[in-house]
C-alpha cells in the first residue's frame, strides 16, 4: 500500500505546541520505563563497558607515560578522564547505529507509526532519548564512580561547569539518535539499511574518539574529523564534562553540538517527507 | 541422495577405506550445509559486498587507531610499531579465522528466546557440532586478509632469525590462538544458557578479548593480567609468541618463555569451553510448547 500524506497529521493530540510537549513527554517516559525494563541488559553493558574501560585506561596511560608524562596536551590524569568519560558515555550515546525504526521501516509496520498523528522523527528521538538517558543510571553513573574511586578520576564540580557538561552530554544523545535516525530512514528506499549501519558504526566510533581522542589525530584526520559531527558524541561532551576545554571555548563547543543538532533534524525532517511518500509496504 | 546411500557400503571392504568413508560422510553433510550457506549469502550481491568492505574497514580503523598512538610514542609497553604490528597480524589473523567458523555461535541467545533450539536437539547429531555446522560467516573472509596482510607485514619489518624452528612456532601459534578464541565463542554460547538477556557480558569477554590481543599485555594492571592473561588466556595468542619470538623481555607477570606454552592456553579455554557448554545444556529447560 501506498501512503499519502495524511491531513490529520497537524492536527489531533499533538496540535498545540503545549500538547505536542506534554505527547512527547510522555513518550520520553515511556522510553525511560522500558530501558528499566531490561535489567540483565543494562547489566551485560556495564560489565561490557567496564572491561573495555580497563583496557583502554591501560594502553592510553602507557602511551602518556611513553610520552614524557604528556601525550598531545593530555596528561595522565586528563587521559584516564578521557578513557573513563567515554566508557560511562556509551550506554547512552548510540554509536551503533542501530535502532527499531530501522526494523519496522524494513518490515513495514512503519506504516501504523506514519499513520499515527504524531511525526516519527520527533515521536521516535523521544523514546530513544529516554532510553537512553535511563542507561546512564546503570552504566553511566556506575561507570563515573569506578573511574573516580579506581582510576582517580577528578571531575570539575563547579555548578556552571557542570551544567554545561550536562547539557553537553544531553545534546551529544540527542544528536546521535537523530543522526542513526537518517540512517534508518534511507531505509524508505533501500529497504535493507545493515550495510549502512555497520559501516556507520566503524566510522562514527573511530570519528567520534571512542578509543584515541580525536585531538591527538595527525592533523588533515583532525580537520576531516571536525568536519563531521562525530566528535560532538564524544570528544566535545568528555572535554566540556573533565573542564578539560572551560569558558568561552566550552560555550562554543557546545554551540556547535546545538548547530549539528539542528542539521540533523532538518535533514531528518526533510528525508521523512520524502519517505512518506517513497514507502511501499508489501503485502497487506 | 544416491551416493549417501553407497558411502557404507564401499566403506566395509578395506579398514583403511573405512576411516576414509568416515571423513567423507561426515564432510558431506557439511559441504552441502557450507555450499547453501555461501549461496545464500552471495545471492544479494550489493550487501555482501558491502559486508566485505566493512570488515576490511573495521581492520583498517583498528590498525589506525594503533598507528594514531605510535605517532607520538616509540615504544608502547616495550613494543614498537613493528613489533606490535606482529602482534595485531596473528591476533586479528586467529580471531577472524575462529569468527567465520564458530563465530555464529554467539547467535545461540535468539534461538533461545525464540525457543527455536528445541529444533536441533530432534536430530541425531551432537547440538554444539550442529551448531557449529549450521553456518559460516563468510563476511570474515576479507577481515582474515587484513589480518595475514598486517602479519606478513610485521613478519617484513622485523628482525626474525628465520629457520625451520621459527615457521613451525609460527604455524602452531596461529593455529593455537584460532583455537583458543574459537573456544572462547563455545564458551560463552555456554554461558548463554544462564544469562540470554545479559549477552553483552560475555561480549565483555569475547570481544574485549580481542581488542585485549592486539594490545600489548605489558601494559595492563594487575587485576587485568588475571583476567586476560591466565583466567581467559588471550596473552597467549599474540603478545606472549611474539615477545618470545623477537627475544624481548616479557611483562612482570608474563616472562616471554610463556610464549611457548600457547597451545596450552588452547587446551585451557577448550576445557573450560566444553565444560560451560555441557553445564549449559544440561540446565536448559527446553522453549515451552
Redesign the interface.
Known amino acids: 500500500m501506498r501512503l499519502s500524506p495524511g491531513p490529520q497529521r497537524r492536527g489531533g493530540v499533538a496540535g498545540t505546541p503545549r500538547a505536542w510537549l506534554r505527547v512527547h513527554g510522555r513518550l520520553l517516559a515511556s522510553g525511560f520505563r522500558r530501558g528499566a525494563a531490561?535489567r540483565?541488559?543494562a547489566?551485560?553493558?556495564l560489565?561490557?563497558n567496564?572491561?573495555?574501560g580497563?583496557?583502554k585506561v591501560?594502553?592510553?596511560?602507557?602511551?602518556v607515560a611513553?610520552?614524557g608524562g604528556e601525550?598531545?596536551g593530555y596528561d595522565e590524569a586528563a587521559i584516564v578522564a578521557y578513557a573513563w568519560l567515554s566508557q560511562a558515555l556509551l550506554g547512552s550515546v548510540n554509536l551503533f547505529g542501530r535502532t527499531d525504526l530501522a526494523d519496522r521501516i524494513k518490515d513495514g509496520s512503519v506504516a501504523v507509526d506514519l499513520l499515527r498523528p504524531l511525526d516519527v522523527q520527533t515521536a521516535t528521538t523521544a523514546q530513544e532519548v529516554g532510553r537512553a538517558l535511563f542507561q546512564l543510571l546503570p552504566r553511566g553513573l556506575p561507570i563515573i564512580v569506578l573511574g573516580v574511586l579506581v582510576g582517580g578520576m577528578r571531575l570539575p564540580t563547579d555548578p556552571p561547569t557542570l551544567a554545561l557538561g550536562l547539557l553537553s552530554a544531553l545534546l551529544a544523545v540527542v544528536l546521535s539518535y537523530l543522526l542513526v535516525y537518517l540512517v534508518a530512514a534511507s531505509g524508505f528506499w533501500t529497504v535493507?539499511t545493515?550495510?549502512?549501519q555497520?559501516?556507520y558504526m566503524?566510522?562514527s566510533?573511530?570519528l567520534a574518539g571512542l578509543?584515541?581522542p580525536v585531538t591527538?589525530?595527525?592533523s588533515w584526520?583532525y580537520a576531516l574529523a571536525v568536519a563531521t559531527p562525530f566528535p560532538s558524541l564524544l570528544q566535545v561532551p568528555i572535554d566540556v564534562i573533565s573542564g578539560r576545554v572551560d569558558g568561552a571555548a566550552a560555550l562554543g563547543a557546545v554551540g556547535v553540538q546545538v548547530a549539528w543538532v539542528a542539521a540533523a533534524f532538518a535533514v531528518g525532517h526533510l528525508m521523512t517527507r520524502a519517505g512518506r511518500r517513497r514507502l511501499e509496504v508489501q503485502g497487506g | 541422495m544416491a551416493d549417501l546411500d553407497q558411502a557404507p557400503a564401499r566403506a566395509g571392504t578395506h579398514r583403511s577405506t573405512t576411516a576414509l568413508a568416515a571423513l567423507a560422510a561426515w564432510w558431506r553433510p557439511y559441504r552441502a550445509v557450507l555450499t547453501s550457506r555461501v549461496r545464500a549469502q552471495t545471492s544479494y550481491r550489493g550487501s555482501f559486498a558491502l559486508d566485505l568492505a566493512s570488515s576490511v574497514l573495521i581492520g583498517l580503523v583498528e590498525l589506525a587507531e594503533i598507528w594514531v598512538l605510535y605517532r607520538s610514542v616509540d615504544a608502547l609497553g616495550g613494543l614498537d610499531l613493528a613489533a606490535v604490528l606482529l602482534v595485531f597480524g596473528i591476533a586479528d589473523t586467529a580471531f577472524s579465522t575462529a569468527d567465520l567458523f564458530v563465530g555464529h555461535v554467539d547467535t545461540l541467545p535468539r534461538y533461545l528466546r525464540a525457543g527455536t533450539l528445541d529444533v536441533f536437539y530432534l536430530r541425531p547429531q551432537p547440538l554444539l557440532a550442529q551448531l557449529v555446522t549450521s553456518e559460516i560467516s563468510l563476511r570474515r573472509v576479507t577481515r582474515i586478509g587484513v589480518g595475514l596482510t598486517a602479519l606478513a607485514v610485521g613478519l617484513a619489518v622485523n628482525d626474525i632469525a628465520w629457520s625451520p624452528l621459527v615457521v613451525a612456532f609460527l604455524v602452531v601459534v596461529l593455529l593455537a590462538s584460532t583455537l583458543t578464541f574459537a573456544g572462547l565463542f563455545v564458551a560463552a554460547a555456554g554461558v548463554q544458557f544462564f544469562l540470554v538477556d545479559a549477552s553483552e557480558m560475555t561480549n565483555a569477554v569475547v570481544y574485549g578479548g580481542r581488542y585485549a590481543a592486539t594490545q600489548p599485555a605489558s601494559v595492563w594492571g594487575k587485576p587485568l593480567v588475571a583476567l586476560f592473561g591466565f583466567a581467559v588466556p588471550i596473552a597467549f595468542t599474540a603478545y606472549l609468541p611474539v615477545v618470545a619470538l623477537l627475544g624481548l623481555p616479557g611483562a612482570e607477570w608474563l616472562p616471554s618463555w610463556l610464549g611457548w606454552l600457547a597451545p596450552l592456553a588452547a587446551v585451557w579455554t577448550w576445557a573450560v569451553a566444553l565444560l560451560a557448554w555441557r553445564t549449559g545444556v544440561r540446565h536448559y529447560q527446553g522453549g515451552g510448547g
Open positions: 531490561y540483565g541488559a547489566l551485560g553493558g560489565v561490557a567496564v572491561t573495555f580497563f583496557l591501560s594502553v592510553l596511560t602507557a602511551a611513553a610520552g601525550l598531545g535493507e545493515r550495510g549502512l555497520v559501516l566503524i566510522v566510533g573511530f578509543f584515541v591527538l589525530f595527525p584526520l
